[in-house]
């Protein structure tokens, strides 16, 4: 069940973030992209399962890197014998997640390579928190970049795509006008494009919130359910939090 809603969840959010302009729809798109997964961290946190929630961050960022972009180049091959993506955006999310790498091995490299001795667990533990930190300013600076000072980068390929696909169609409407006859002159039918938006913009923020309070419960049904799981199938936490939950999430 949970993965129809956040099918539905990731849309609205989508939908939602086009009328908030770039940079406060970027923030959005970004917070609640992965609504199903924040709100699995946020329950599994308050039951106290913290090595169930290390898992599953691990195992969001391996579905969403490997898995994802594994599935978009997979069904794009089905339908195009090349395909093609920007450097410059490639060796940006290539430093991005370099950078990342770098902060959540740092910690685990330390205590390795100095010895627990040295590397106490309080130690430990506020390097994590110096490391959460460095990795929220790195979020907050990329949806700043992408979405604010240099999103011409992101949007130059689309509007060419765009421009591309709107000519082609002009194209083939003038040839169909060419082989049919002129149809009878018809008043257009009045629109009003600001109460469709309007519309639009509350059907989209209903479907979040009621998408958002089901995942809600059944994120508490999961967790509290996860245990005795678990133990009738003979599977490790770790596991069904790192493979399992970030792929039915996705």
């Given amino acids: 069940a949970i993965i129809p809603l956040a099918a539905f969840s990731t849309e609205a959010t989508e939908s ?18 992965n609504i199903a997964e924040l709100i699995f961290t946020i329950v599994a946190l308050r039951k106290g399962l913290i090595n169930v929630v ?3 961050i691990l195992g969001a960022v391996t579905s969403n890197v490997c898995v ?10 089905l339908r195009f014998k090349e395909q ?8 940006i999310n290539a430093a991005s997640l370099t950078c990342l790498t770098i902060v959540i091995l740092c910690p685990s490299a330390l205590k390795i390579s ?9 130690i430990m533990r506020r390097f994590s928190y110096v490391s959460a930190i460095i990795l929220f300013v790195l979020g907050i600076v990329n949806i ?3 979405w604010k000072t240099h999103s011409y980068l992101y949007t130059a390929d689309i509007k060419r795509k765009t421009i591309t ?6 194209a083939l409407s003038m040839m169909a006008l060419d082989q049919t006859p002129s149809p009878l002159n ?6 009003n494009n600001k109460l469709t938006k309007i519309y639009l913009l509350i059907k989209d923020i209903s479907t979040l919130i009621l998408t958002t309070i089901l995942i809600v419960c059944l994120c508490q049904f999961i967790v509290d359910s996860l245990e005795g799981a678990i133990e009738k199938l003979h599977i490790s936490s770790s596991f069904t939090a790192a493979i399992i939950l970030p792929l039915v999430s996705s």
């Fill in 165 to 170: 696909k709107r000519r082609n169609q002009a």
């Fill in 114 to 122: 100095l010895g627990s001795h040295v590397m106490s667990t309080t």
């Fill in 68 to 77: 994802g972009v594994g599935l978009a180049l997979f069904f794009g091959g």
């Fill in 84 to 91: 093609t993506f920007g450097e410059k955006l490639a060796g």
């Fill in 54 to 56: 290390k898992a599953s």
């Fill in 16 to 33: 939602v973030a086009q009328y908030c302009g770039n940079f406060f729809g970027g923030f959005l798109n970004s917070g609640l992209g």
């Fill in 186 to 191: 018809t008043p257009p039918i009045p629109t």
């Fill in 144 to 146: 700043i970049f992408a």
